[in-house]
């Protein structure tokens, strides 16, 4: 591949081990939160799919940089146009997820609201959503959804003062217990917030990965090649005159 451009070549192998650790830290943020939510008992909805998904999405990445980086070092034009196919698709997927979520952010706090105050009141709901308000309440040191008298006159232990935070003077009373939601949406937008941030970061370095590969795939079709000597054959070359004219100096 004497075509291509030893500096775009290195710059296209350092692309792809950035992108393969950006997949490497997807895979790990993701155990780390799995491990986290595990030890904190929850079991939100759509938890595990949400996992699964960020798993494939980190094996992915790592399988796709590990593809470009083979291409570029063994000179191998089918791995780069596989790199580049697995980019344009890359790069409209994100588009796809990543645009549709940044628009419906302002509406999620109140979809959320609304799907929240279908589950009052609480000590009416069923043992599953009593088991999540009471798991919210223990970790996050709250009361009720939107407020305790969620729970009208049955406010469960999870509402009230343990022993050790009684020795310590750190008790509230009910009616001092900030409701779960607020807290809870902090969270909740945090979390698409950077889902955002790492799907629109992950659609600009498959765009640039496109960009390395396609001068690559370019210069490996159309090589330079050095500049040619054209000469002309001797019988269009113009020669010396057949006659010429004598002049005698007086």
């Given at each position: 591949?004497?075509?291509?451009?030893?500096?775009?070549?290195?710059?296209?192998?350092?692309?792809?081990?950035?992108?393969?650790?950006?997949g490497g830290l997807i895979i790990g943020f993701t155990l780390l939160c799995q491990v986290l939510t595990s030890a904190n008992g929850s079991e939100l909805e759509g938890?595990?799919?949400s996992v699964i998904a960020l798993y494939v999405m980190g094996v992915i990445t790592m399988a796709i940089a590990l593809l470009g980086a083979c291409?570029?070092?063994?000179?191998?034009?089918?791995?780069?146009?596989?790199?580049?196919?697995?980019?344009?698709?890359?790069?409209l997927l994100m588009l796809r997820t990543g645009v549709p979520v940044a628009v419906a952010r302002p509406r999620i706090e109140?979809?959320?609201?609304?799907?929240?105050?279908?589950?009052?009141?609480?000590?009416?709901?069923s043992e599953d959503v009593k088991d999540m308000a009471d798991s919210l309440q223990t970790h996050l040191q709250c009361c009720g959804l939107f407020s305790y008298q969620d729970w009208e006159q049955d406010i469960p232990v999870s509402c009230q003062c343990n022993e050790e935070e009684e020795m310590e003077g750190q008790c509230h009373t009910v009616t001092n217990y900030k409701p779960c939601f607020p807290i809870l949406?902090?969270?909740?937008?945090?979390?698409?917030?950077?889902?955002?941030?790492v799907v629109?970061?992950?659609?600009?370095?498959?765009?640039?990965?496109?960009?390395?590969?396609?001068?690559?795939?370019h210069q490996m079709r159309y090589p330079t090649s050095p500049p040619m000597m054209v000469t002309v054959p001797a019988i269009f070359a113009s020669g010396p005159p057949k006659y010429q004219e004598l002049y005698n100096h007086p």
């Amino acid at each position: 591949m004497a075509g291509v451009n030893p500096c775009l070549k290195k710059t296209f192998t350092i692309f792809n081990v950035f992108f393969a650790i950006i997949g490497g830290l997807i895979i790990g943020f993701t155990l780390l939160c799995q491990v986290l939510t595990s030890a904190n008992g929850s079991e939100l909805e759509g938890r595990t799919y949400s996992v699964i998904a960020l798993y494939v999405m980190g094996v992915i990445t790592m399988a796709i940089a590990l593809l470009g980086a083979c291409g570029a070092h063994k000179e191998n034009k089918a791995c780069l146009i596989v790199f580049l196919v697995c980019m344009v698709i890359g790069s409209l997927l994100m588009l796809r997820t990543g645009v549709p979520v940044a628009v419906a952010r302002p509406r999620i706090e109140g979809m959320m609201e609304e799907r929240f105050q279908q589950l009052l009141p609480l000590d009416k709901a069923s043992e599953d959503v009593k088991d999540m308000a009471d798991s919210l309440q223990t970790h996050l040191q709250c009361c009720g959804l939107f407020s305790y008298q969620d729970w009208e006159q049955d406010i469960p232990v999870s509402c009230q003062c343990n022993e050790e935070e009684e020795m310590e003077g750190q008790c509230h009373t009910v009616t001092n217990y900030k409701p779960c939601f607020p807290i809870l949406m902090h969270f909740i937008l945090m979390v698409v917030d950077i889902m955002i941030g790492v799907v629109f970061t992950l659609a600009a370095l498959a765009l640039l990965g496109m960009i390395l590969s396609s001068v690559i795939i370019h210069q490996m079709r159309y090589p330079t090649s050095p500049p040619m000597m054209v000469t002309v054959p001797a019988i269009f070359a113009s020669g010396p005159p057949k006659y010429q004219e004598l002049y005698n100096h007086p």
